[in-house]
C-alpha cells in the first residue's frame, strides 16, 4: 500500500497539507518538533492514496511519498 | 515500493528561512526539480534576487550569482552573453523585479535576451515588511496603505507579463499560481518551457507565479491560497500571454 514519511523536524506547521489530503490521513501533532513547532503526523493505519498531493503542495518539502 | 516524491537533488537539505506556508519554498524545489530532470546542474548559473529569495544560494545546490536590488535581468545578460553555453536564469520578486527593477526587465526583454525569468508576484514587498508593491490588489491592505491601495494615488496593479509580451523580441511569458496542488503541476510545466526555450536558443521567457505571502496578507497559509484562487488571479489572470 502507497504511503508517505514526514521529515518531521522540517515541518513549519502550515498545515497546507492537512487541507489537501483527499482521505484526511494527516492531524497535527501533540508534541513539538526541533523548531518549537507543532508538526504534523500522518495516521498510518489509513489507506493513502500515493496520490502526493501533500508532498506538492509542502513548501517544506517535508513530505516523501512511496507507491 | 518505489519512492516517487521527494526532495530534488538541486536542493540542499537545509531548513529555510521563509514563513510557514510562503510560496517560496515551494517555487524553488520546482526549479530545483526541473534543473535535475533536465540534467543541466553543472550548466546552470541562478541570479538571486534583493527580496526574501535573497539568500536562495543557500537553497539551492548549483552556482548562483547575487544582484543588487532589481538588476537581476542585467546581471544574467552579461553572464549569457559572455557564457553562451551556461542556461542563466532570474528569481525575482514583484519589488524586485516590477518596483526598482523595471528599466533592466523591459530592456532585457526588448534585446530578447536568451534568458529564463521566474517572476514571484505576491503582491507586497515581503522581506522589508509588508509595504505597497506595484502589484498590490487595489483594495488590499498593506504597511504602506492601511486604508487599501487606491487607484487615485497609488495607481493600479501593474501588469509587467502583459506589458512585456508586446514586445516583439519577447518569446514566452505565461502566468502561473501556486494556491493548489494541480496548480503547482501546471506551475513547473511552464517553468520547464522557460528553460527549455533558453536550451533551444529561443530567447527572452519569463513565468509569473503567483505566491502566498500568508504572513503579510495576514491569513492563514490556506486562506492565503483561497485568496489568490479567488482574487488575486481575477485581477491577474492564469494562463499563456504569448
Ligand atoms: C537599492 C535598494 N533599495 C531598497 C532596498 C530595500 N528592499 C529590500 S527587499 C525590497 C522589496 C522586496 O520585495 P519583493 O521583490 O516583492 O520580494 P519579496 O520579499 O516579497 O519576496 C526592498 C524595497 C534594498 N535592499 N536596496
Ligand atoms: S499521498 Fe495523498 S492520500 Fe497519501 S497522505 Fe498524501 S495526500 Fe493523503
Ligand atoms: S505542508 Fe509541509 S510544512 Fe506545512 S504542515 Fe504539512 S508537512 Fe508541515
Ligand atoms: S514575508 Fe512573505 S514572502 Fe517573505 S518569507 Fe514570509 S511569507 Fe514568504
Redesign the pocket.
Known amino acids: 500500500m502507497p504511503k508517505i514519511v514526514?521529515?518531521k523536524d522540517?515541518?513549519?506547521?502550515?498545515?497546507?497539507?492537512?487541507s489537501f489530503c483527499p482521505r484526511g490521513l494527516?492531524s497535527v501533532d501533540k508534541s513539538l518538533n526541533k523548531r518549537g513547532v507543532r508538526?504534523?503526523k500522518v495516521d498510518t493505519k489509513g489507506e493513502c492514496l500515493g496520490c502526493a498531493l501533500?508532498a506538492l503542495?509542502?513548501?517544506?518539502?517535508?513530505?516523501e511519498v512511496f507507491k | 515500493m518505489k519512492k516517487i516524491f521527494s526532495y530534488p537533488k538541486s536542493l540542499k537539505n537545509v531548513p529555510t528561512h521563509y514563513c510557514?506556508?510562503c510560496g517560496h519554498g515551494i517555487a524553488h524545489r520546482l526549479v530545483a526539480e526541473i534543473v535535475d530532470e533536465l540534467g543541466i546542474r553543472e550548466k546552470v548559473i541562478a541570479v538571486a534576487p534583493v527580496g526574501c529569495a535573497v539568500v536562495a544560494y543557500d537553497y539551492w545546490d548549483f552556482d548562483c550569482c547575487e544582484a543588487a536590488h532589481g538588476r537581476a535581468a542585467a546581471v544574467a545578460t552579461g553572464i549569457k552573453r559572455a557564457r553562451p553555453g551556461n542556461i542563466v536564469f532570474t528569481y525575482q520578486g514583484d519589488g524586485d523585479l516590477a518596483a526598482i527593477g523595471t528599466n533592466e526587465t523591459i530592456h532585457a526583454a526588448n534585446r530578447g535576451e536568451n534568458i529564463s525569468i521566474v517572476f514571484i508576484n505576491n503582491a507586497v514587498y515581503g522581506m522589508t515588511g509588508g509595504q505597497l508593491a506595484p502589484t498590490t490588489l487595489l483594495g488590499q491592505k498593506t504597511a504602506t496603505t492601511p486604508e487599501g491601495r487606491k487607484a487615485g494615488s497609488e495607481g493600479f496593479p501593474l501588469k509587467i507579463s502583459e506589458m512585456l509580451a508586446r514586445l516583439p523580441a519577447v518569446k514566452y511569458i505565461e502566468r502561473v499560481s501556486l494556491h493548489s496542488p494541480q496548480e503547482v503541476i501546471k506551475a513547473k510545466k511552464a517553468i520547464k518551457q522557460a528553460f527549455l526555450n533558453q536550451v533551444n536558443n529561443l530567447g527572452f521567457s519569463l513565468v509569473e507565479v503567483l505566491s502566498a505571502c500568508p504572513t503579510y496578507w495576514d491569513m492563514p497559509?490556506k486562506n492565503a491560497l483561497d485568496w489568490i484562487r479567488d482574487v488575486m488571479s481575477k485581477e491577474f489572470p492564469l494562463g499563456r500571454i504569448k
Do not use: N
Not at chain 1, 522540517?10 to 492537512?18: D, E, M
Not at chain 1, 503542495?57 to 513530505?63: Q, S, V
Open positions: 514526514i521529515q522540517r515541518c513549519k506547521g502550515c498545515l497546507l497539507c492537512i494527516i508538526p504534523v501533500c503542495i509542502c513548501p517544506d518539502c517535508c513530505i | 510557514p506556508g497559509a
